[in-house]
């Protein structure tokens, strides 16, 4: 076994190349913006000229953020995905236009099999990953369908594409948000609007994956021994900021795996 092998799965090297003015004259709502994946993201669209309506509930995270780009048309909406009422104040803050929505937040479980599961827990899981991301599709689409163009990202997850990756309350709202991106990427083909998810692996973002249970964490832990690196989230943030751009213009309902070829194994 080579020294690398057995020190695991090592952090991506790579270096971020912006491409100036690919997002001009365009409005993309990123969800979970304060953050990792989500931050990544906005702040590629914003750098390569768009206007980002950033959202999160952590308004440190997202002041932060704006603070990073002074110059750039960012604009910040702290809100809960899961309340309605705060769906309809991120997209009054699109002013009129979402050319683009990328469905970022989420939230992990605690990497417990079924009979651990705290109810409330399963709730909250598929209120953020799954009802959330259904929420602000809806509220976007009629717009997109009307201007007959728009893009939506989906982040699903290497949980969506298989079992061994997760709990079974984030594997099974992951694998929801895969069938939710793929209807309606079909449902919406003839409309304009392109509807894809991303799947990333393990990815460098500080978010809280707790193995709260003995009794899955050995099984969990077998499935992760495959992962070949951890992504920096600058290169999710370029899987998706990919599928939001025009040059995605053929794929429509693809779960793109980010994952360094995790799912190969």
């Known amino acids: 076994m080579s020294d690398a092998a057995a020190r695991g799965p090592q952090l991506a090297q790579w270096t971020e190349v912006i491409t100036p003015g690919r997002f001009d004259g365009r409005t993309i709502i990123v969800t979970g913006a304060g953050s990792g994946i989500g931050r ?74 079924v009979h651990e599961i705290d109810p409330a827990l399963w709730e909250k899981v598929f209120a953020v990953n799954v009802t959330g991301s259904f929420r602000l599709m809806k509220a976007v689409l009629p717009g997109m369908i009307d201007a007959g163009r728009g893009a939506i990202v989906n982040v699903a997850s290497e949980a969506g594409l298989r079992g061994s990756a997760a709990g079974t309350a984030y594997t099974a709202s992951k694998h929801a948000v895969v069938g939710m991106t793929k209807s309606a990427a079909y449902l919406y083909a003839l409309t304009g609007v392109r509807i894809n998810a991303v799947a990333p692996g393990a990815v460098a973002t500080g978010i809280e994956a707790p193995f709260a249970s003995e009794f899955a964490a050995a099984r969990i832990q077998r499935g992760m021994a495959a992962i070949p690196s951890i992504a920096q989230a600058s290169q999710l943030a370029a899987s998706i900021t990919f599928l939001l751009t025009d040059d995605a213009t053929n794929l429509n309902g693809v779960i793109l795996p980010s994952d360094g070829g995790w799912s190969a194994a």
């Open 40 to 113: 990544a993201t906005a702040s590629r669209i914003a750098r390569e000229g768009g206007t980002v309506v950033a959202v999160d509930m952590n308004r440190g995270g997202l002041d932060a953020f704006v603070a990073e780009l002074p110059d750039a048309r960012i604009v910040p909406v702290v809100a809960d995905i899961t309340d309605d009422a705060a769906i309809d104040e991120i997209v009054a803050a699109a002013s009129g236009t979402v050319d683009g929505l990328a469905n970022v937040a989420g939230i992990m479980d605690k990497m417990q099999p």
